[in-house]
Structures are given as structure tokens and as C-alpha cells.
């Protein structure tokens, strides 16, 4: 658990454009500790972590989906249905049916 938290927030570092250094200073943990927490050797606080998702731009979602909830949280029963399908793909799959349906909503909404 700790680990798929820490990959969450390593990839939302990284799509601000932020080395773990810079992290570090807006956040106020250590470089050591941050990297700790990246690489799942360390878990952290509830409080922790929503500071991290402020400075992110994330959400508590964003980092715990799946991982605490045994409820889905979506309940809509299509989209269950489709996030079911979705599942067992590998990302590049995932990513062809995104961009199909980005595709699909921009010539229907012309």
C-alpha cells in the first residue's frame, strides 16, 4: 500500500515538473524522508499526505483510490461496467481507449 501511495505521489511530483528537492522545501520533509515515502519504505500521516495533495494539486482520492475503499465509489452502473473492462488492460491499451473516446465526445459535440 505504501509503495502504490508513494508511486502516486512521485508521478504527480513529476508531472509538476518537480525534482523531490523541490518538493521537500514546499512541503517542509526532509529530501531523505520524502524520498522515503516515493519509494514505500516509509507510510505517513493522513495529515501528511493532504499536505502533500495541496502542494501537488492533487486529491486524497487521487492517491487512495482502490486502496482503502471496499465500496466503489462510482455508482453508475455503465461506468462501473466499463471501468471493469478497463481494468485487466496494461496502460497502453488503457490510454488507446481514452484517446478513442476524447476522439468520439470532440465529433459528437461539433
Given at each position: 500500500m505504501?509503495?502504490?501511495?508513494?508511486?502516486?505521489?512521485?508521478q504527480?511530483r513529476?508531472?509538476?515538473?518537480?525534482?523531490?528537492?523541490?518538493?521537500?522545501?514546499?512541503?517542509?520533509?526532509?529530501?531523505?524522508?520524502f524520498?522515503?515515502?516515493?519509494?514505500g519504505?516509509?507510510?505517513?500521516?493522513?495529515?501528511?499526505?493532504?499536505?502533500?495533495?495541496?502542494?501537488?494539486?492533487?486529491?486524497?482520492?487521487?492517491?487512495?483510490?482502490?486502496?482503502?475503499?471496499?465500496?466503489?465509489?462510482v455508482?453508475?452502473?455503465?461506468?462501473?461496467?466499463?471501468?471493469?473492462?478497463?481494468e485487466?488492460?496494461?496502460?497502453?491499451?488503457?490510454?488507446?481507449?481514452?484517446?478513442?473516446?476524447?476522439?468520439?465526445?470532440?465529433?459528437?459535440?461539433?
Open positions: 505504501d509503495a502504490l501511495i508513494g508511486k502516486r505521489i512521485c504527480a513529476k508531472a509538476k515538473f518537480l525534482t523531490q528537492e523541490d518538493l521537500s522545501e514546499l512541503s517542509g520533509l526532509s529530501v531523505s524522508a524520498s522515503r515515502i516515493e519509494t519504505r516509509n507510510s505517513t500521516s493522513l495529515k501528511t499526505l493532504a499536505h502533500l495533495c495541496g502542494v501537488l494539486d492533487v486529491t486524497l482520492n487521487y492517491l487512495l483510490y482502490d486502496i482503502l475503499a471496499e465500496q466503489p465509489i455508482q453508475n452502473p455503465v461506468v462501473m461496467d466499463v471501468l471493469s473492462m478497463l485487466p488492460m496494461d496502460e497502453k491499451q488503457q490510454q488507446f481507449i481514452l484517446d478513442f473516446i476524447k476522439l468520439y465526445i470532440s465529433s459528437v459535440t461539433r
